[in-house]
């Protein structure tokens, strides 16, 4: 309990003096496991209130704005948004993300061919902004290419590879991605926002649930998982 108190200041810490001044705004209340793991490269990287990361050493998250003489890269993540382990957002051009959109493991968004068909070693005409609606939910391992635009509430299929633009209410999947379903626009949509509406109860929630997992994990056991882990450390 006392090493688990220790780590969420900590983290805190970390968010606040390490995360927070790298971005050139970012809104309250920001989550993040791991944020020495997050890695932020460039400027102009903005994200709302109630970001969510979920970074770890082998998955880190990477946000990345290039700039050149020519052009400067721009990523604007919404409110409520969540990037799980592994996302790559890369921007030559602009990248926005809107609110409650969920990006999955290992995802890759990317503005940018990064190098020409004919010149290898610029990144010349190879660069065109993606817009990604509200309520998106992208799925695992998918790739979403440079000049796309995905439409509110629609979902990318796990390992998709997005190339055209996305209607919204939409599912697409495969390689390039197609509609597969369309959602019934009718239907209420839970939304992540819907996660923070008694915000206090959501912070008060997760810690009563790390508390019960934590249950028997004082700060000799700890100790002693480090050294002869047993089945359940
Ligand atoms: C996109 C998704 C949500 C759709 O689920 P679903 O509505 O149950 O879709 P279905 O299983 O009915 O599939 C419909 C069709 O699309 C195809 N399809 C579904 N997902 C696909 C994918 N990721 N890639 C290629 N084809 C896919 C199915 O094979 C099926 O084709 P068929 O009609 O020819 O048989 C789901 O397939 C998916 O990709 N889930 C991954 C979610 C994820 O990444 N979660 C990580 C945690 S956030």
Redesign the pocket.
């Known amino acids: 309990m006392l090493v688990k108190k220790f780590q969420r200041i900590f983290n805190r810490w970390i968010i606040e003096h390490k995360l927070r001044p790298q971005f050139d705004t970012l809104g309250r209340d920001t989550a993040v496991l791991k944020p020495l793991s997050v890695n932020i490269t460039g400027s102009n990287i903005h994200a709302g209130d109630y970001l969510h990361i979920i970074s770890n050493k082998q998955q880190a998250v990477s946000l990345t704005c290039w700039r050149s003489k020519q052009q400067q890269g721009k990523i604007v993540i919404g409110d409520y948004c969540l990037l ?1 382990p592994g996302v790559k957002i890369a921007s030559a051009n602009s990248i926005k993300i809107g609110n409650n959109t ?1 990006i ?2 290992e995802v890759y968004i990317s503005d940018s061919d990064w190098h020409g068909l004919y010149n290898r070693v610029r990144p010349f005409r190879c660069t065109s902004p993606i817009c990604i609606g509200e309520n998106v ?6 790739i979403i290419g440079k000049g796309v635009s995905i439409g509110d509430n629609s ?6 590879v997005v190339v055209n633009d996305v209607p919204k209410n939409v ?5 390039p991605a197609r509609v ?2 369309t959602l019934n626009p009718q239907r209420r949509i839970l939304k992540r926002e819907f996660l923070f509406q008694g915000k206090e109860d959501y912070w008060l929630e997760q810690e009563a649930l790390e508390d019960i997992f934590n249950k028997n994990n004082g700060t000799l056991h700890w100790l002693k998982s480090k050294f002869i882990p047993g089945r359940e450390d």
Do not use: T
């Open positions: 799980s969920m999955a493991a939910w992208v799925g695992l391992r998918a979902v990318v299929g796990a390992g998709s599912v697409v999947a495969g390689n597969i379903k």
